[in-house]
Antibody, heavy 122, light 109 residues
Framework: EVQVEESGGGLVQPGGSLRLSCAASGFTLSSYWMHWVRQTPGKGLVWVSRINSDGSDTTYADSVRGRFTISRDNAKNTLSLEMNSLRAEDTAVYYC???????????????WGQGTLVTVSS | QTVVTQEPSLTVSPGGTVTLTCASSTGAVTSGHYPNWFQQKPGQAPRTLIYSTSSIHSWTPARFSGSLLGGKAALTLSGVQPEDEAEYYCLLYYGGVWVFGGGTKLTVL
């Protein structure tokens, strides 16, 4: 059974750092691109970042570029999101999502985790 | 800054048909935006319904379909069920980055 499960959320002070993890099971992580998406409680979904299958290419939303770093360890079937210089507006549930794609063909978000809550507050 | 716009809310009667749309501030939505549609119910993670404009996942009920309509991406529900009451989000691709729409709250009444 395909599963992705986030962990690492918690309470952090403004300006602090936190590292989120996403554990993949039931599939070979190295075959898929992966994304992070966040959602402030009661608000909409916001795309955060994505990484290609071997980790050589990453992109970020303007709101987190320069502060967040996405990475992956395919040998350990784990995706990570290192978050630095955290702000109150980064408070959200963070989801990881798997994406299937073919060159020039399709891009399919498919499996999502249940999310991990990050609260930035003093 | 690119903005993706959805109807904030729609209401449909059980058994009815409703179309949700997804517009881009940069112009017409095309297949190159790889539109994905998601359903989210309170307290749950999003669930993907449609990918790349009109393709469905194995778990997507047959009453859901995707298309391009009048320069927008569209999600149509035919024969709406009470359990379809949820928030629906579209997601579009812009050359390396992705942008979600603000979501449509669908009420089945």
């Amino acid at each position: 059974e395909v599963q992705v499960e986030e962990s690492g959320g918690g309470l952090v002070q403004p300006g602090g750092s936190l590292r989120l993890s996403c554990a993949a099971s039931g599939f070979t992580l190295s075959s898929y691109w992966m994304h992070w998406v966040r959602q402030t409680p009661g608000k909409g979904l916001v795309w955060v970042s994505r990484i290609n299958s071997d980790g050589s290419d990453t992109t970020y939303a303007d709101s987190v570029r320069g502060r967040f770093t996405i990475s992956r360890d395919n040998a350990k079937n784990t995706l990570s999101l290192e978050m630095n210089s955290l702000r109150a507006e980064d408070t959200a549930v963070y989801y990881c999502a798997r994406v299937r794609s073919s060159s020039g063909g399709y891009v399919a978000f498919d499996y999502w985790g249940q999310g991990t809550l990050v609260t930035v507050s003093s | 800054q690119t903005v993706v716009t959805q109807e904030p809310s729609l209401t449909v009667s059980p058994g009815g048909t409703v179309t949700l749309t997804c517009a881009s501030s940069t112009g017409a939505v095309t297949s190159g935006h790889y539109p994905n549609w998601f359903q989210q119910k309170p307290g749950q993670a999003p669930r993907t319904l449609i990918y790349s404009t009109s393709s469905i996942h194995s778990w997507t009920p047959a009453r859901f379909s995707g298309s391009l309509l009048g320069g927008k991406a569209a999600l149509t529900l035919s024969g709406v069920q009470p359990e379809d009451e949820a928030e629906y989000y579209c997601l579009l691709y812009y050359g390396g980055v992705w942008v979600f729409g603000g979501g449509t709250k669908l009420t089945v009444l």
